[in-house]
């Protein structure tokens, strides 16, 4: 079973262009701060709304400069300010756009407080763009499970049973399955093994950002 180009999980901090079709990366900052830990045992799924940039503009996140450009709006991310980019041999999606800004912020790395600031070469391609206004109505790309577990959206191929797509990669423990289900609290998810052929087991969502 291929899950992302070549197998391998999602939650890579880059991946090389030659490899592997793309990858996701992790959120860092929410409302201009830091994401607080998890709270294992709450009982109330928080949805977040991410942005790495304060009201303002400026940046929240510790990055380093790269130069490169944006090819089409984020496959982890419907939102309209989330683009899939590449520098030298990587891709990194998604990296976001903030109006006050020329340049794009895609976050990195299982520590959430740090990722790269594209100078990008050119022009967004506005054409390929998303076009959905950012929302926490919108599925979640990135996930904190109750048991601290943290899971990121595939961007690249992926399996399915029924209508249920393995849809996210944890960096610990089993993946995940479908989308969240949002009809009481806390949000849960199927969570099964890569080779699982029926989804029987659903656990509980700390964290959903959006």
Known sequence: MSLTGDGAPAYARSVRLSRVAGTVV??????????????????????RLYTPYSPSGRIVIRTSTRRGSCFSGSLATARRDAWRCSYGNYI???????AARRDVVCPLGPSLRSGIRLALTR?????????????????????????????????????????????????R????????????????IFREPSTAKRLRRRVPI?????
């Open 92 to 98: 990194v999606d998604p990296c976001f756009k903030s």
């Open 206 to 210: 700390s964290i959903a950002w959006s």
């Open 26 to 47: 992790l959120v860092t900052a929410i409302a201009g701060l830091l994401p607080a830990a998890s709270s294992p045992g709450g009982t109330t799924t928080s949805a």
């Open 123 to 171: 022009g967004l391609p506005r054409r390929y763009g998303n076009h959905r206004t950012p929302s926490t109505r919108l599925q979640p790309w990135a996930l904190r499970l109750t048991d601290g577990a943290y899971c990121q959206y595939i961007t690249g191929a992926s399996s399915a049973i029924g209508s249920n797509r393995l849809n996210y990669f944890c960096r």
């Open 173 to 188: 423990g089993d993946p995940l399955w479908g989308s969240p289900r949002r009809s009481s609290q806390p949000w849960t």
